[in-house]
């Protein structure tokens, strides 16, 4: 599956979430991205989600659409802007911007407390 594939998949998945709950994407400012944490690589590592690059100085909120190769199970993970700051930094060539990076894994306690903080929090968007 190509990368625009899963971000395509993502952005789709949510803003129909979105909708359904009365949130208007383009007003609020929000970042989506996608992950296959059914991949071979994902597997190897556990990853439940994640995303690097990213650059909160660039939206008000960011969703982390998880889902696995059948576009089944799909998880929405919910940040604001001021929670991605927090994430760990992530050195990107010469960028000069303070990119972040988010990795959820399973089993791991300080992903699951991010997890609790985060999935399916819609509220965070207002």
């Known amino acids: 599956m190509q990368r625009n594939t899963t971000n395509s998949f993502a952005k789709g998945a949510a803003i129909r979430e979105l909708n359904r709950r009365g949130i208007n994407f383009y007003e609020n400012g929000i970042a ?3 992950c296959n944490y059914d991949n071979a690589w994902a597997k190897r590592i556990n990853l439940v989600g994640g995303w690097d690059r990213l650059d909160p100085e660039k939206f ?5 659409v998880s889902f696995n190769k059948n576009y089944k199970d799909i998880r929405y ?3 604001t802007a001021q929670e991605v700051r927090k994430f760990t930094d992530v050195k990107w060539k010469n960028e000069s911007r ?4 988010l990795s ?3 089993n791991n306690t300080e992903s699951d407390c991010l997890i609790r903080l985060s999935e399916n929090l819609w509220d965070k968007i207002t």
């Open 32 to 34: 989506i991205r996608g």
């Open 60 to 64: 008000n909120h960011f969703i982390l």
């Open 77 to 79: 993970f919910i940040f």
């Open 98 to 101: 303070q990119l972040k990076c």
């Open 104 to 106: 959820l894994f399973r």
